[in-house]
């Protein structure tokens, strides 16, 4: 088994994490890279990874070879669930950040393998206590839920395409979920409210009992029945790639929730401390690199910082 | 003695506010308002009038009338050091805020009295533990300090027209304060720098022991010499006029810390969740209405909300 943060749990749970698995090339102001392992599962994964046993379901293509099978298994990855199609190489995208990392444009984007992608569970999958529904298509992370068999403490994540052209599917979707995770501009899109907390308010009269809006640089903030929560983000002075983050963010929180097998208020906010230590790892290099390599004890030592960060004490 | 907020210190100090002195014309998406009372030092010392003795020192003009030295007066503000000029009417500003209030433009201004406005201290204030240097001038907010007999600790604001026209002033006056308070834009356009965590830590190098970098709806960034601590903002559902946010911060900040009569890391810290609960009762309405008429529960009740905002636990 791959290093792990502590749990308080007797019995910690695993988490199942659905998504896209891609090569990307990125270009920021810092430099370019090629043929980078991406992919909303591949960063929750890694993520989720330092916390619980993650299960991933997703799909590569013919030029996904075993160097990127085995990156992902060192990190104790159960890969039973991730599909091999060898009828064309796996979803590919490029995209470059612009100088203050808060734009980016797509400069090609291939989807080849996965275009066709079902995400079929497999048997021993579906019992899944936590599911991470990575930022697919709204009618595949329905699929997903359609699959599950016992209760399941359901994430899910999006992306602003989804809310422009499968805005009903996506409705339905979170309908279904415990805990939906947005940004401030996609919570915007979503709702029309320009104030983050009447928005943050409007996504829970949507369906999910709880509500994460990431703010980047400024934190991210918990809608509960039981309150509001502020966390500010780590205080990340070299950002590199900003690719991945909200998929290490959601990785995280609930790899963290499943290690305690818990899902309270307490207990997400908690997790949310996590999250945010673990996803300014990922910013600080190109890739899942940082990610990847990190080590649980960095993580911890993150969060006593965020700690010391919030305290007035 | 009008109503305050209760302090655990045994002798608590009072404080002093140099600034503007205005009447505003205000357009917002909810309004305009004409002839509100506005300028700096009013803010300032509305906020600080719930915490400590606030002497205030700016000038107005012969249009300035008792009804507008009254609402001064009844919030107990010691107004020995408001010049009077009756060669003319007071500063006047004239302002629009567009749709998401993250713009403002100004439509007219007169200086009128202020134009030849020297902030000469009365002999009696010159003994001031706590300084308040509002946003005017920075060889004005010199003068101030040149005229200060025994130690003082000096908070010192500014905005970004001296960035501009006075830089030079600026730097040499922000070396002789304890706690520079600054937005995030001005922040950036000091320093040159866009990661607002290094613009912190150049902001020290600069001169001040501590900086305080505002980010309106995202909160605020302490930076100090024990560490580093981020501040949630209250979460406003009803902003309807921003004017004087900024000075209201100040204002509650230092009045908190007179009140107490500690300037330390955790005394400012704790003065923050006052300055952004005090602020945020400036927002919720036009000019200083709302500020003037809160009360202290009010406010001693939004610090304990922000305290819950922020509480992992």
Same mark, same amino acid.
């Given at each position: 088994?791959?290093?792990?943060?502590?749990?308080?749990?007797?019995?910690?749970?695993?988490?199942?994490?659905?998504?896209?698995?891609?090569?990307?090339?990125?270009?920021?102001?810092?430099?370019?890279?090629?043929?980078?392992?991406?992919?909303?599962?591949?960063?929750?994964?890694?993520?989720?990874?330092?916390?619980?046993?993650?299960?991933?379901?997703?799909?590569?293509?013919?030029?996904?070879?075993?160097?990127?099978?085995?990156?992902?298994?060192?990190?104790?990855?159960?890969?039973?669930?991730?599909?091999?199609?060898?009828?064309?190489?796996?979803?590919?995208?490029?995209?470059?950040?612009? &100088?203050? !990392?808060?734009?980016? /444009? *797509?400069? @090609? +984007?291939?989807?080849?393998?996965?275009?066709?992608?079902?995400?079929? #569970?497999?048997?021993?999958?579906?019992?899944?206590?936590?599911?991470?529904?990575?930022?697919?298509?709204?009618?595949?992370?329905?699929?997903?839920?359609?699959?599950?068999?016992? &209760?399941? !403490?359901?994430?899910? /994540? *999006?992306? @602003? +395409?989804?809310?422009?052209?499968?805005?009903?599917?996506?409705?339905? #979707?979170?309908?279904?979920?415990?805990?939906?995770?947005?940004?401030?501009?996609?919570?915007?899109?979503?709702?029309?409210?320009?104030?983050?907390?009447?928005?943050?308010?409007?996504?829970?009269?949507?369906?999910?009992?709880?509500?994460?809006?990431?703010?980047?640089?400024?934190?991210?903030?918990?809608?509960?029945?039981?309150?509001?929560?502020?966390?500010?983000?780590?205080?990340?002075?070299?950002?590199?790639?900003?690719?991945?983050?909200?998929?290490?963010?959601?990785?995280?929180?609930?790899?963290?929730?499943?290690?305690?097998?818990?899902?309270?208020?307490?207990?997400?906010?908690?997790?949310?401390?996590?999250?945010?230590?673990?996803?300014?790892?990922?910013?600080?290099?190109?890739?899942?690199?940082?990610?990847?390599?990190?080590?649980?004890?960095?993580?911890?030592?993150?969060?006593?910082?965020?700690?010391?960060?919030?305290?007035?004490?």
């Amino acid at each position: 088994m791959s290093e792990r943060i502590a749990t308080d749990a007797t019995s910690p749970a695993h988490l199942l994490v659905v998504g896209s698995v891609a090569f990307d090339n990125v270009i920021t102001p810092y430099g370019e890279k090629e043929h980078i392992l991406g992919g909303a599962a591949s960063y929750c994964s890694f993520a989720s990874s330092y916390f619980a046993e993650t299960r991933m379901v997703g799909v590569v293509g013919n030029d996904f070879g075993e160097e990127f099978m085995n990156r992902l298994r060192s990190r104790g990855i159960d890969l039973e669930g991730l599909q091999r199609d060898e009828s064309g190489p796996t979803f590919f995208w490029k995209g470059k950040y612009h &100088e203050n !990392f808060n734009r980016r /444009d *797509t400069l @090609d +984007l291939q989807l080849n393998v996965f275009e066709k992608f079902r995400p079929d #569970l497999p048997e021993s999958y579906r019992a899944s206590p936590f599911v991470l529904l990575g930022n697919i298509h709204p009618a595949l992370q329905a699929h997903v839920l359609d699959q599950l068999s016992g &209760e399941s !403490f359901v994430l899910a /994540d *999006t992306i @602003d +395409l989804w809310i422009e052209i499968e805005r009903e599917n996506l409705l339905n #979707l979170i309908k279904r979920v415990n805990l939906f995770v947005i940004n401030d501009s996609e919570a915007e899109e979503l709702t029309g409210e320009k104030n983050i907390i009447l928005a943050g308010h409007k996504l829970r009269e949507m369906g999910p009992e709880s509500v994460i809006i990431k703010k980047g640089e400024h934190g991210a903030l918990l809608f509960h029945e039981e309150g509001l929560f502020a966390l500010p983000a780590f205080p990340v002075t070299e950002l590199r790639d900003p690719t991945g983050a909200g998929d290490s963010f959601a990785g995280a929180l609930l790899g963290r929730l499943a290690s305690r097998n818990r899902n309270d208020f307490t207990a997400i906010k908690e997790s949310m401390l996590y999250a945010t230590a673990t996803a300014s790892l990922t910013v600080e290099a190109f890739g899942c690199d940082r990610l990847e390599s990190a080590g649980a004890t960095v993580i911890s030592e993150r969060v006593d910082q965020l700690r010391k960060l919030m305290s007035v004490e």
